[in-house]
């Protein structure tokens, strides 16, 4: 991926809270619309965008899809680490620990 393309990615800030908390745990769609604050089929088309980039990566469980980090992506653009630390500060977003109860966190 070339530097311009993935400033492109990261410009967009429903892009860079995904990937903020992404960082931290994976998640399924539910657990990132509680964090993002948006729609589904806005997150859905986020998240098609960084997946067909390499950036993420899918794993299915049971009926859920889950989404994380490519550890690769993450090995090649290791300057990405502390703008991503500083975008879950800066946005206040937080892990959410299951789809049941959007409001607990990680942190509390």
Request: hydrophobic share 35%; with cysteine; charged share 30%.
């Amino acid at each position: 991926m070339k530097l311009h393309e993935l400033f492109r990615i990261l410009s967009n800030e429903t892009r860079l809270k995904i990937l903020a908390v992404l960082f931290e745990k994976e998640m399924c769609v539910c657990q990132l619309l509680a964090i993002a604050g948006t729609t589904q089929p806005n997150i859905s088309q986020h998240l098609q965008v960084l997946k067909d980039r390499g950036v993420v990566k899918t794993s299915r469980k049971d009926s859920f899809i889950y989404y994380s980090i490519n550890e690769r992506f993450i090995e090649e653009h290791p300057f990405l680490i502390p703008i991503l630390e500083r975008a879950k500060k800066e946005y206040g977003v937080r892990v959410v620990e299951s789809c049941s109860s959007p409001n607990r966190s990680s942190e509390e």
